[in-house]
């Protein structure tokens, strides 16, 4: 089976950029989408097919995916963004999560 | 707007079953995949399977394949997820999420609903 392999914890300092990786094979063959999580909410949707955001989400939420990796950034680093971001990809019919990375705002 | 209202929190003792239910508004029910995905206490997303309401097919996570069964009520535009079988570590926050299909994302999610499993 498919699996999506994403950094425990991030940590950026308030205002800077902050990068969250999700690797496998060959994502960028894949359409891969991005959730935010703060802690009991339910996940949101901030980046759709790599590189699309929902509307309400800001414009310093942008993603890309190339090779082996696709990678969440978001710039001028808020409080707000401290959360859990979890990448997701389809594997034939099924779904798959990577396992979500802390981001710590400094 | 779209609103997934999802049942209340339960408590069951292992080897029992729970039906989670998800009710749909503010859209077509029938025109949007319903998921489901679980989330044990401190830890990741899993996904469990969906339906698609229109036609009542499903798909399920090969984990939990001959343990969970998704239906629907089209009249009342509900989904629900029926997990038998209960162990301890099915204890987790289970969400429901719609999906347009065609690799689309999850685009609108449920509050949620904690089911624990103790003895």
């Known amino acids: 089976s498919y699996e999506l392999t994403q950094p425990l914890s991030v940590s950026v300092a308030l205002g800077q950029t902050a990068r969250i990786t999700c690797g496998g094979n060959?994502?960028?063959?894949?359409?891969v989408h991005w959730y935010q999580q703060k802690p009991g909410q339910a996940p949101v949707v901030v980046i759709y097919?790599?590189?699309n955001r929902p509307s309400g989400i800001p414009e310093r939420f942008s993603g890309s995916n190339s090779g082996n990796t696709a990678t969440l950034t978001i710039s001028r680093a808020q409080a707000g963004d401290e959360a859990d971001y979890y990448c997701?990809?389809?594997?034939?019919?099924?779904?798959?999560f990577g396992g979500g990375a802390k981001l710590t705002v400094l | 707007q779209v609103q997934l209202v999802q049942s209340g929190a339960e408590v069951k003792k292992p080897g029992a079953s729970v039906k989670v239910s998800c009710k749909a508004s503010g859209y077509t029910f029938t025109g949007y995949y319903m998921h489901w995905v679980r989330q044990a206490p401190g830890q990741g997303l899993e996904w469990m399977g969906w339906?698609?309401?229109?036609?009542?097919?499903?798909s399920y996570a090969q984990k939990f394949q001959g343990r969970v069964t998704m239906t629907r009520d089209t009249s009342i535009t509900t989904a629900y997820m029926e997990l038998t079988r209960l162990r301890s570590d099915d204890t987790a926050e289970y969400y429901c999420?719609?999906?347009?299909?065609?690799?689309?994302?999850?685009?609108?999610w449920g509050q949620g609903t904690l089911v624990t499993v103790s003895s």
């Open positions: 097919r790599d590189t």
């Open positions: 060959n994502i960028g063959s894949k359409n």
């Open positions: 999420a719609r999906v347009e299909g065609g690799y689309a994302s999850l685009d609108y």
């Open positions: 339906i698609n309401p229109n036609s009542g097919g499903t």
């Open positions: 997701q990809v389809w594997d034939s019919s099924a779904v798959v």
